[in-house]
């Protein structure tokens, strides 16, 4: 895939002063001439990609590696790499004291899955019979961290070892709410409140709606 092929993008563009800088320093390579400069992503590191840049034969491209001829270089990204990378451009660092070249990149690499809200603040004050200590656990654990995100979790019942809870807000419908009861308030309540074993969700999450006590999930 080069620069010329009528469906090419230009993934990858140097400017003159970075391509000063690769060209002097291809310079000092065997055989200088006939090598390439390549750039590919090698990861991600802080939510941007992170890349490798190397001098190698230009004629050991691929058919789907991206190849640019920009002045006296040869610019190749390989295929793993070019729909991450249209748009880039190689510059020099204008910060004087850390010097080398960066690369600035439009495309950023995908955020990780959003994990299920932390249960945070003070132990909660467990005085009081099960449903007391339950509420305070929500009130003062659960709730304020499931706050950021929307969301609010109530208690409707206790039955014996079982506890009945409604989500709504944010958490009402969401697709997390799964993981938010089992991974977070679930565990909060059992570990404050070791009388409970089962949590049970009565939110009706299809319909969107939270009526005052729905039957409980299967």
């Known amino acids: 895939m080069t620069e010329n092929d009528p469906n090419s ?18 310079t000092g390579e065997t055989d200088p001439e006939s090598l390439a400069l390549w750039v590919e992503i090698n ?6 990609y992170t890349y490798d840049m190397y001098f190698r034969e ?21 295929t793993d790499s070019v729909s991450k990378m249209v748009g880039s451009v190689l510059d020099r660092n204008r910060d004087l004291l850390t010097g080398g070249m960066s690369i600035r990149n439009p495309n950023l690499p995908p955020a990780p899955p ?10 909660p004050d467990l005085s009081g019979d099960v449903a007391q200590r339950v509420m305070q656990v929500l009130e003062s654990q659960v709730n304020p961290s499931i706050a950021a995100h929307g969301g609010r979790a109530d208690l409707v019942a206790v039955d014996g070892d079982a506890v009945y809870l409604r989500l709504s807000g944010g958490c009402a419908g969401c697709g997390m709410a799964a993981v ?30 939270n009526p005052y006590f729905e039957p409980a999930k299967k």
């Open 9 to 26: 993008e230009i993934v990858l563009s140097v400017t003159d002063a970075a391509l000063a800088d690769v060209l002097e320093l291809r």
């Open 43 to 48: 990861g991600s590191s802080g939510g941007a």
């Open 58 to 78: 230009a004629n050991d491209t691929a058919p789907d590696d991206w190849t640019r001829v920009q002045g006296e270089l040869t610019i190749i990204v390989p």
């Open 114 to 123: 959003q994990a299920s809200p932390a249960m945070t603040g003070p132990p």
């Open 180 to 209: 938010t009861l089992s991974q977070g308030i679930e565990v909060a309540i059992k570990e404050s409140v070791p009388e409970i074993v089962n949590i049970v969700d009565v939110t009706d999450h299809a319909a969107g709606t």
